[in-house]
T-cell receptor, first 112, second 114 residues
Framework: GESVGLHLPTLSVQEGDNSIINCAYS??????FIWYKQESGKGPQFIID?????DKRQGQRVTVLLNKTVKHLSLQIAATQPGDSAVYFC???????????FGTGTRLLVSP | NAGVTQTPKFQVLKTGQSMTLQCAQD?????MYWYRQDPGMGLRLIYY???????DKGEVPNGYNVSRLNKREFSLRLESAAPSQTSVYFC?????????????FGDGTRLSIL
C-alpha cells in the first residue's frame, strides 16, 4: 500500500543554520508532493509543492528536492529562524482523486 | 481573507452525545475534506466532497456523516460520540480534486469524548 514516512522525528538546529528535513515515500506512481508546516494549535500550512516531472523547486528560503530513483523527498530551509520551529509534514498524492497521504511529521526546533 | 474557518475550536462531549462540526471556506474552492489527526499518526481522511452536491468516504468514515450544505460549507456530524473519536479534526479545501493542487487547512476543532 501507499505510505509516506520521515527519517527523523525531531531535528534541532541553531538559528542561522540550514535545515534539511527528509521524507521517504513508497508509491512510485505518486506524481505530486507537498510540504506542510504545522505550528502548535494551528492547522497545516502549505509551504511548497513539486510535481514528479521536476527534481527541484525553490521558494522563499525553502527548496524541495525530489529523487524519484530512491523515492526520497527533502525540504531545505535556509538561514533557519526561531519562527521556523514547527512540525513539518510531507504528503504525496496517491492514485485516483486527490487523496493525500501524510507522513507523521518531523519536529524542527530552532535555538537562538 | 479568512481561508478555511472551523467552529467550534474546542468541544467536550459525553459518550453517546451528538455534535456537528462546521467548516466554511471563502476561496471559491470546489472540493472540501475532513481529516482527523491523532498522536503518532498522519492526517487521515474521513470524508470528502469533490464538488457541491457530492460526498464520498475516505479512509476512516465509520461513526461520521457529512453534509455539503453549499459550495462554501461542509459539515461533519458525530451521531453518537465514542471515546475513540477523541481527536483533532481538520477541514481542508482545494480548487478541485484529481489535480495537482495543494489543500488548504483550517485551524482545527479539538474534540474530547468522555
Amino acid at each position: 500500500g501507499e505510505s509516506v514516512g520521515l527519517h527523523l522525528p525531531t531535528l534541532s538546529v541553531q538559528e542561522g543554520d540550514n535545515s534539511i528535513i527528509n521524507c521517504a515515500y513508497s508509491n512510485s506512481a505518486s506524481d505530486y508532493f507537498i510540504w506542510y508546516k504545522q505550528e502548535s494549535g494551528k492547522g497545516p500550512q502549505f509551504i511548497i509543492d513539486i510535481r514528479s516531472n521536476m527534481d527541484k523547486r525553490q521558494g522563499q528560503r525553502v527548496t524541495v528536492l525530489l529523487n524519484k530513483t530512491v523515492k526520497h523527498l527533502s525540504l531545505q530551509i535556509a538561514a533557519t529562524q526561531p519562527g521556523d520551529s514547527a512540525v513539518y509534514f510531507c504528503a504525496e498524492k496517491g492514485t485516483g482523486f486527490q487523496k493525500l497521504v501524510f507522513g507523521t511529521g518531523t519536529r524542527l526546533l530552532v535555538s537562538p | 481573507n479568512a481561508g478555511v474557518t472551523q467552529t467550534p475550536k474546542f468541544q467536550v462531549l459525553k459518550t453517546g452525545q451528538s455534535m456537528t462540526l462546521q467548516c466554511a471556506q471563502d476561496m471559491n474552492h470546489n472540493s472540501m475534506y475532513w481529516y482527523r489527526q491523532d498522536p503518532g499518526m498522519g492526517l487521515r481522511l474521513i470524508y470528502y466532497s469533490a464538488s457541491e452536491g457530492t460526498t464520498d468516504k475516505g479512509e476512516v468514515p465509520n461513526g461520521y456523516n457529512v453534509s455539503r450544505l453549499n459550495k462554501r460549507e461542509f459539515s461533519l456530524r458525530l451521531e453518537s460520540a465514542a471515546p475513540s473519536q477523541t481527536s483533532v479534526y481538520f477541514c481542508a479545501s482545494s480548487e478541485t480534486t484529481g489535480a495537482n493542487q495543494p489543500q488548504h487547512f483550517g485551524d482545527g476543532t479539538r474534540l474530547s469524548i468522555l
